[in-house]
């Protein structure tokens, strides 16, 4: 069992032991909030691994689905008001992004800024998206009650300098204990967990910045230099107008765009000249980076840009790969963009995995799309869709093949061997062949053991009764 730290001024700055049981954990019920559903939280030290926290709270303890891609918000000051059209664009945005990539939302977890639009989002769209708040413990208001267990949690006391409440509209809430009761002691950590999932469990992260101060630069420096795609919220104010307008307007000469020589001049002079070499590594990993001004597209385009970000961080994956993302996602608008930027050569292959893809996952009008795009579908193999998961679907996709929902250019598929004929449905002929061999194999391995298995059986009995 572990113990808290000597000297420690709180009673849960603890050491790195794995011991779950230690850390206090629990549900919140948010009184007079109008959450329907307690939020799952726990406290942990700074210094507790993150792959432990990852196996025992994520997985073991909140039974969490691992997700398929990640979404980390950050920025926007405590006292940060979104415009209207910013807050429409963006809230609805990410959460339709979050609902189509069966993504997690990474924010602060506070009821300040861009972590309370994020909240509101989620509530207002009944959404059921996992969302988890990683914040400072000391720093939350009442912070004192969640010692482990149930609690009810009604703040009382303001947000400002001294400390801010949860957010009701969060699901889980990640209470990082150093000590120190200052802000941000929860960064390195949350920064971890995020890596942790995105590279252990091979999952995509997209860094979403809005407004933003000076610590801002770091964090998307930092993000850069891991390789995560990043989308910039131009025209949110602050750190994102400043890092979008030097992006836009680069390379310079002595005069940079006013908007940066502004925010430039709002850090203090001892850490500006970090800040530069922040911005130039940034610069440099321009690749990765998205700017997104909402005052110029509607909420379509903000759900397009996050997904497009998680392709990004695949560049390097191949087409399969990016196709294989958005057949599943169901976006006719990506796989139309996927098919005209790549090379020929890389089609064929790719595309084919496609179209049993959208078989597979029941997606009809993605199948139609490929073959109105030329994609062959008479080299389709049941056979092969049935190996890679048809027989998954086979209940739920029959009706769906029988109400002729597919186009009819699958009765004419080219089987392994050529079994098909246009009078008949292949899936309906294979799943037949298919229990038809089963049933032979079970009645040969039945004359197999009458064969050479009873002869044994009867001379034992025999040397028995002699």
């Keep these: 069992m572990a113990h808290p730290e000597a000297g420690s001024s709180s009673p849960h700055a603890l050491g790195n032991g794995a011991d779950v049981a230690y850390y206090p954990n629990g549900e919140i019920n948010f009184v007079g909030q109008g959450k329907k559903n307690p939020a799952k939280y726990c406290i942990i030290p700074k210094s507790y691994p993150v792959e432990n926290f990852a196996h025992t709270f994520l997985e073991e303890q909140w039974q969490l689905e691992r997700p398929k891609a990640l979404f980390s918000v950050t920025g926007g000051a405590p006292d940060f008001k979104m415009l209207s059209k910013l807050e429409q664009v963006f809230s609805r945005g990410l959460v339709q992004a979050a609902h189509t990539a069966t993504a997690w939302i990474v924010t602060g977890g506070t009821s300040t800024g861009v972590n309370q639009f994020v909240g509101d989002a989620v509530r207002r769209l009944d959404s059921d998206v996992t969302c988890i708040g990683v914040a400072t413990y000391l720093k939350i208001n009442h912070h004192e009650i969640l010692n482990g267990g149930s609690v009810d949690y009604s703040p009382k006391k303001p947000n400002d300098n001294n400390g801010a409440s949860l957010n009701p509209d969060h699901t889980h809430f990640v209470l990082v204990e150093s000590g120190v009761n200052d802000w941000w002691e929860e960064l390195q950590f949350r920064s971890d967990l995020e890596e942790f999932v995105s590279n252990e469990w091979q999952v995509p992260l997209v860094l979403i910045t809005v407004n933003g101060g000076p610590g801002t630069l770091q964090t998307v420096a930092e993000g850069a230099r891991k390789g995560f795609p990043i989308i910039i919220v131009d025209g949110s104010g602050r750190a994102c107008d400043a890092m979008a307008s030097y992006l836009k307007n680069a390379p310079y000469g002595e005069h940079k765009p006013k908007e940066w020589e502004d925010f430039i001049e709002s850090v203090k002079p001892e850490q500006r ?110 056979r092969n869709l049935y190996d890679q998961g048809f027989r998954y679907n086979l209940d739920r996709l029959t009706p769906f093949v029988r109400s002729k929902r597919l186009p009819k250019e699958l009765d004419d598929a080219v089987l392994e061997p050529r079994i098909a004929s246009s009078s008949r449905d292949a899936f309906s002929q294979y799943r037949s062949l298919y229990v038809f061999y089963n049933a032979a194999y079970f009645s040969f391995s039945l004359l197999e053991f009458v064969a050479f298995q009873l002869p044994y059986t009867i001379n034992s009995a025999n040397f028995k009764c002699n």
Aim: glycine share 4%.
């Design 273 to 382: 000249r970090q800040h530069i070499d922040w911005m130039e590594e940034i610069q440099s990993k321009k690749d990765l980076i998205t700017i997104f001004n909402p005052n110029e597209y509607d909420t379509t385009n903000m759900d397009k840009a996050i997904l497009q970000s998680i392709l990004t961080h695949h560049a390097h994956s191949g087409l399969a790969q990016k196709l294989s993302f958005a057949v599943e996602w169901g976006r006719a608008d990506l796989i139309m963009e996927l098919l005209g930027k790549e090379d020929e050569s890389d089609k064929v292959t790719a595309v084919y995995e496609a179209l049993q893809q959208a078989l597979i996952l029941d997606k009809p009008d993605i199948y139609e799309l490929l073959v109105s795009k030329g994609a062959d579908n008479s080299c389709l193999c049941v």
